[in-house]
């Protein structure tokens, strides 16, 4: 992470798949959990917490989309289609049947995760841009399905209100509190995620990826694993989905179209393909730049124009500015932000005696 | 090398000027409006031309002093159209100290209701969201202040009864519709007065992003060739409507357009004025400069030495933008008289806005009555008529079947 090391001295295996290669990593952990669990919602006033709010939510789904675009190599344009097959799985529990969260997040990602591993089949024979094809009719399908079942959708409005999620009695509706509860979840997806990449199945993934039919020679079931992609992507989609739905204390697919997949693919190409760090990156490039770019173009446009015309030029140069930083990193390292992180810590790494 | 200095002079002048209004801010009194916009998402046709209106009212109250005595700055956050930048809006409006919000969706009003109501902070959608927000007893800081779909589907059929000469019995209605919540929200209304009217209705479901109906319209136009069609479309597929109903030789006269499908972009992007003439449309404000507070603002932009803002030239969203500005401006005056000058906090203008009535804004603003257990306004629309060139207004205020929308609110939740 943040340490530097004075040279590779693995001597087996399992140190080599250490998550923590070095006790200076355990610290680093440490203070990082003391910063996201202690120092900031202490800090921070309600307004910033809420878009790292935003944020956490959006890690879980770009974590899930990254295991199966950056892991497994299948291209999905479906992602906000699961999110909504969870978001109205957990609404209607939680409505029809009163059930409390705990129950209905982990419900949520299995029923999305079985709709996923159903619109994942067609992978088993096409790759590629055939597959996003056929991901994008899932996506259209499972929101035209959802749009015209009020037994799912609950109504002509398509959106079912769900109660604040409770622990132990207690109601968590502030900004604050819901941090916590998405803290939670999202630091969760972070740590399995980083388990499931260097597990047996996370390297079935890469080998699939990296190469399917010699993954298949080498005993690997790529049908299963596939599909098996599909599901465990498709259930961080869910998860993701379950936790806007109680964040915003309501499920409507209308949050959930195509261009939210799209977001989802930007996060992950931005952040980094097949890597935990790059969507972490990704999810809080994308989510958090268009807010700091507006934060910090307002003072200045202030100077020049009337506040009418101030919002105008914001909007517009705030776009122009966002496509044109998501250009400039893509050019500056088209693997991402985690590969750029991971340039600069290699370049520190033997700073200042480098040859 | 002379545009520099003219730049650099300005920026030091108006830095100057930033910080004595800085320094000023301290003493004067300010009340904050947060404004939602979509200036560059999936409905930006409708929010370049609204969001200037909003703006421009503002910037006319303040310079005549404000509001008794309170300057109003307006915070304005572009969503673009999207939920989360919405939530975000919602909590820098927080931040700012704001006193009311102005929503913009239809999913991003569902998605900050239950914030709304836990943040006691009161929030207007006019034209979209449910309409069983109208009912304030069940959504106590969502206010509508405009028809609701609802409204406008009743409105409609009245107004195509009114069109066939008085009796609807045995005629045919097309409803033509946008595949979403929103465009569904009214079947309910059209289905029941189908009933109590005796008339036979049909829907025609345009799926998304509604730019190709061909085959709807035909369906319409070929077949079930009905004596009066309802179009509720958005985006860029009213145009798409109104040129292939002409083309396919359907009088555009017998056609009525809900508020999202009625603006002046519409009809130029359909070919003009000369294509769409008969088409007729639902509005919630008054179309059109011909208005004081139109004369007024663009005095205003005269004695700066600027030109007329060109948002204008769409004057049905301008004007709406100019509506709801005005609202808002009117909920919080009479929240600071009710308080006698203090300043007020959001549920005192939430009383405010319950306590506005009659406010009319020289005929552009509907008479409408929000209370505590209305928080539409009344429901009142207007049809204009595209004639000769532009649209004139054909017929007052006007609202319908209240019976039957009081009986299905009753019903919801």
Not at chain 1, 175 to 190: M, N, R, T
Not at chain 2, 101 to 126: F, H, I, N, R
Not at chain 2, 242 to 266: F, H, N, Q, R, T
């Amino acid at each position: 992470m943040l340490h530097r090391e004075s040279g590779v001295f693995k001597t087996s295996y399992a140190a080599d798949m250490a998550l923590y290669p070095l006790p200076i990593a355990r610290w680093t952990i440490l203070a990082i959990i003391v910063l996201f669990a202690v120092i900031l919602p202490v800090s921070l006033h309600e307004y910033y917490l809420s878009i790292i709010n935003l944020s956490l939510i959006a890690i879980v789904g770009a974590l899930g989309l990254n295991i199966l675009v950056g892991y497994t190599g299948q291209i999905s344009v479906g992602h906000a289609a699961f999110m909504s097959v969870g978001a109205y799985t957990a609404a209607n529990l939680a409505v029809k049947l009163g059930l409390p969260f705990w129950i209905t997040l982990p419900a949520g990602g299995l029923m999305a995760a079985l709709v996923g591993a159903i619109v994942g089949i067609p992978s088993l024979r096409i790759k590629g841009l055939y597959l996003a094809i056929a991901t994008l009719a899932g996506q259209l399908i499972i929101e035209w399905i959802i749009n015209h079942t009020p037994a799912i959708s609950g109504g002509a409005q398509a959106s079912i209100q769900v109660p604040r999620p409770t622990l132990w009695g207690h109601e968590l509706k502030s900004q604050g509190q819901l941090y916590f509860f998405l803290l939670f979840f999202a630091a969760l997806a972070i740590v399995a995620t980083l388990n499931l990449v260097r597990s047996r199945i996370g390297r079935a993934f890469v080998a699939i990826r990296d190469q399917d039919i010699a993954a298949e020679i080498i005993g690997i079931n790529i049908y299963r694993y596939k599909l098996l992609s599909f599901a465990i992507s498709s259930f961080y989609a869910g998860v993701c989905g379950v936790l806007y739905t109680y964040y915003l204390g309501i499920a409507n697919y209308e949050q959930f179209q195509i261009v939210v997949s799209i977001d989802y693919l930007a996060m992950i190409i931005i952040g980094g393909l097949g890597s935990v760090l790059g969507s972490v990156l990704g999810a809080v490039f994308v989510t958090m730049l268009p807010i700091v770019l507006r934060l910090a173009m307002e003072p200045l446009a202030g100077l020049f124009f009337s506040p009418g015309e101030m919002s105008s030029v914001i909007a517009s140069t705030r776009l122009v500015l966002f496509g044109g930083l998501i250009i400039f990193f893509l050019v500056v390292e088209p693997e991402g932000l985690n590969r750029l992180w991971r340039n600069i810590r290699n370049y520190f790494r033997v700073w200042p005696f480098s040859y | 090398m002379k545009h520099t200095r003219r730049w650099l002079g300005a920026a030091f002048a108006a830095g100057v000027v930033a910080l004595a209004a800085g320094a000023a801010f301290a003493q004067d009194k300010e009340v904050v409006f947060g404004l939602q916009c979509d200036r560059t998402g999936a409905t930006q046709t409708v929010g370049i031309f609204l969001c200037p209106g909003y703006h421009d009212y503002i910037a006319l109250l303040n310079s005549k002093g404000g509001i008794e005595g309170y300057k109003i700055r307006v915070v304005e956050i572009d969503h673009e159209y999207k939920v989360p930048p919405a939530m975000e809006a919602h909590e820098r409006f927080k931040l700012e100290g704001a006193i009311l919000e102005s929503l913009y969706g239809t999913p991003q009003t569902a998605a900050l209701t239950k914030k709304l109501e836990e943040d006691k902070l009161l929030g207007t959608s006019p034209g979209f969201g449910t309409a069983a927000a109208t009912d304030g007893k069940k959504f106590p800081y969502v206010f509508p202040i405009a028809a609701s779909y609802w409204s406008q589907g009743a409105a409609a059929v009245a107004f195509a009864k009114k069109e066939l000469g008085g009796s609807l019995k045995g005629k045919k209605i097309a409803y033509l519709f946008y595949d979403n919540p929103a465009g569904k929200e009214p079947l309910v209304i059209l289905e029941d007065l189908a009933k109590s009217e005796g008339f036979e209705l049909r829907t025609f479901a345009v799926p998304a992003p509604g730019l190709e109906m061909a085959a709807q319209i035909l369906d319409i136009t070929g077949r079930y060739r009905p004596d009066f069609v309802i179009a509720h479309l958005f985006g860029r597929s009213p145009s798409v409507s109104i040129k292939e109903l002409k083309g396919k030789g359907y009088p555009l006269s017998k056609v009525v357009s809900l508020v999202w499908g009625a603006s002046e972009a519409d009809i130029k992007a359909a070919g003009g004025y000369a294509v769409a003439e008969g088409y007729h449309t639902l509005q919630f404000a008054g179309v059109g400069g011909d208005f004081q507070v139109i004369k007024d603002i663009n005095a205003m932009y005269q004695s700066q030495g600027k030109p007329v803002p060109a948002a204008q030239e769409v004057s049905v969203y301008y004007n709406r933008g100019v509506m709801i500005a005005a609202i808002h401006a009117e909920a919080a005056r009479n929240a600071i008289k009710a308080k006698g000058g203090a300043r007020p906090t959001s549920e005192d203008v939430k009383r405010g806005m319950e306590s506005i009535n009659g406010f009319t804004l020289g005929g552009m603003v509907p008479p409408m009555e929000i209370t505590e257990a209305d928080h539409e306004g009344g429901g009142w629309v207007q049809v204009w008529t595209v004639k000769g060139g532009k649209l004139v207004k054909n017929g007052d205020w006007f609202r319908a079947y209240r019976d039957v929308l009081n009986k299905h609110l009753a019903a919801t939740n």
